[in-house]
């Protein structure tokens, strides 16, 4: 038996790290506060309402390093929603934190320090027939290189600023509370400057095809 702190309540866990109710106190604090945000967007709501089919289901969780980075991050402060950023990080030792770019030769810097894990959708606290939702996290100075998937595709950033970038589209600079929308297939591109950046991003249809960096050859 070991005490640890998740977010700022105590939580008692045994051999198997298994948490008492105040776990599931945290994955509950973290939907509440995602549909808030999400439901109080109307670009979000006007890509796809928020689901009304969500069911809790078990989650194996999984650390890497770019959740140290996203939960050391200081410079990480929401105006808009502080509740959603604290939820997203109480979270941080509850969830699987994905790999998504394992086995590209994108680099270990990138994989410490991208941060992605899924709230709704598969190996994630909660599931839905309708959408897939995950936060996404870039420390300063950070660039997630062009790529694309099938599934459309909304951005809302809950904290910070980043540059986004959408094939055929200027650059826009993008703030709390902002959001970008990729089609389908569209190749879109990620910079930090000075300042980090936590995003919800929402996907609907076609969301079982994970995303691959796109060849220079179809950026020209
Ligand atoms: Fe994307």
């Given at each position: 038996?070991?005490?640890?702190?998740?977010?700022s309540e105590m939580c008692i866990r045994d051999r198997s790290n298994r948490c008492d109710m105040n776990q599931e106190a945290v994955y509950q604090t973290l939907l509440r506060t995602t549909q808030d945000a999400y439901a109080g967007n109307a670009e979000m709501t006007g890509f796809t309402p928020f689901p009304d089919d969500i069911v809790r289901q078990a989650v194996t969780p999984f650390h890497s390093t770019c959740c140290d980075v996203f939960c050391e991050d200081k410079k990480l402060v929401s105006q808009k929603y502080p509740a959603l950023q604290?939820?997203?990080?109480?979270?941080s030792d509850a969830v699987h934190w994905r790999q998504t770019y394992k086995d590209t030769d994108i680099g270990d810097d990138f994989m410490d320090q991208f941060a992605c894990y899924c709230i709704i959708g598969e190996n994630a606290p909660f599931m839905s027939a309708a959408i897939r939702l995950?936060?996404?996290?870039?420390?300063?100075?950070?660039?997630?290189?062009?790529?694309?998937?099938?599934?459309?595709e909304m951005y809302l950033v809950v904290s910070g600023n980043g540059v986004f970038k959408r094939k055929d589209c200027p650059d826009e600079r993008l703030t709390e509370d902002d959001t970008s929308f990729h089609q389908s297939n569209q190749p879109h591109a990620m910079e930090t400057l000075d300042d980090p950046v936590l995003c919800l991003v929402a996907w609907r249809d076609d969301f079982e095809t994970p995303p691959v960096l796109t060849p220079p050859s179809d950026m020209s």
């Open positions: 038996i070991s005490l640890g702190l998740v977010g604290d939820a997203i990080r109480a979270a995950f936060m996404v996290y870039m420390p300063p100075h950070f660039y997630y290189p062009w790529h694309h998937h099938p599934a459309e």
